[in-house]
C-alpha cells in the first residue's frame, strides 16, 4: 500500500478489512475501503452512474504507456518483500508479443479458464490478451473445484502451471486404481509416453501405434474429458513440466506448450509454439524473434523499472 500510494483498497472479506485497519493510521494516502462481500461493489457502480463519459474518456487518456499500471511482489525473495514495477507500456507490449507468437494457433472463438490469482504477472497478461483477442473468460475458483469447473467451462485452451497438469494426472491415476484398473492405466500412460517420443522422432512403430488406438478408446477420452472434452492448446509456465509429464499428455491428445518469463520482463519472454514443431523441455522460440531492444513496442519487452528494494524509490532497471 505504502509503495503504490493507492487512494483506494478494494478488499474481499471483512477479515481482510480488520487488516488494513491495523495498519491505517501508517497509510496517508488512502481514504477508503471497499469490502465485497459487505456489498460495496454495487455501492461503487451506483456511484459510477453519475460519472460522465466525458470525464472517464479523458482519464484514460491522460494515461500514458510510461504510467506505472502494477506492482508484483515476487515470492522467492528473502527479507522485506520487494516489488516490480510494470507500466502500462510493458504490459501492452507484452500483449503484442505473445499475440504475434500465438496468433497462428488461436481461432475466432476461444474460451479460456483462468486458474492463477491475477495478483500473478502471468495471469495479468492473459487475461489481457483474451481482452484483446476476444477470448471468453472464466475464473476458476479454486483447485478443489477445478474439475468441476472444467466440466461446466469445456475450455479450448489454458494456461496453467505445472502442478494444474500434475493433478490432473494424479487424478486420473487414482481414479483408474481405486477402480481396480491400475494396470490398464499404467500400460496407457507407459505407451502415450512412447507414441509422443516415437512422433517427435518422425516415425511411429507399427505396436506402439496399434496400442495407442487402443488405449485412446479405454483411457486418453476420459483424460481430455477431464479438460472439459474440448481442449485444442495448454500452455504452462512457471517451472519446468517434466519430460514424462509433457510426452503424457502430448500422448492423451492433449498438447502443452510451455513457456518461460519473468515477472520483471512483463511476464513473457520464450513460448513454444506449434510452427516450430514440439521441443520438450524447452522454453520456445523469443516471443518476438528474438529481439529485444528499447524503442519500437515491438521490438521487445524492455524498459522494466525493476525491483522496489528497502525503500520507496531505491529502484534498478533491467537491461
Known sequence: MSDSDAKLLVVETPGMRGLYESIAPALLACHEVLTIDDGDLEQLLRRGESVAEVTLDNRIESISTDDLATIVYTSGTTGRPKGCSLTHGNLRINVWQTLDALRPMLQADEVGLQFLPLAHSLAKVITLVGVEWGVKGAFATDLAHLPEEMAMVRPTMVVAVPRIFEKVFNSAQQKAHSAGHSAIFDKASGVAIEWSREHGLGGIHPITGAEH??????????VRAVFGGRLRLAFSGGGPLGERMTHFFNGVGVKVFEGYGLTETSPTLTVNRA??????????????????????????????????AQR????????
Open 213 to 222: 488406438a487402443l488405449f485412446d478408446r479405454l483411457v486418453y477420452t476420459k
Open 275 to 308: 510452427s516450430a514443431g514440439q521441443r520438450w523441455q524447452t522454453g520456445g522460440r523469443h516471443d518476438n524473434q528474438g529481439r529485444q531492444r528499447r524503442g519500437d513496442p515491438r521490438q521487445g519487452p524492455t524498459g522494466v523499472p525493476g525491483l522496489l
Open 312 to 319: 520507496r524509490g531505491d529502484r534498478g532497471e533491467l537491461r
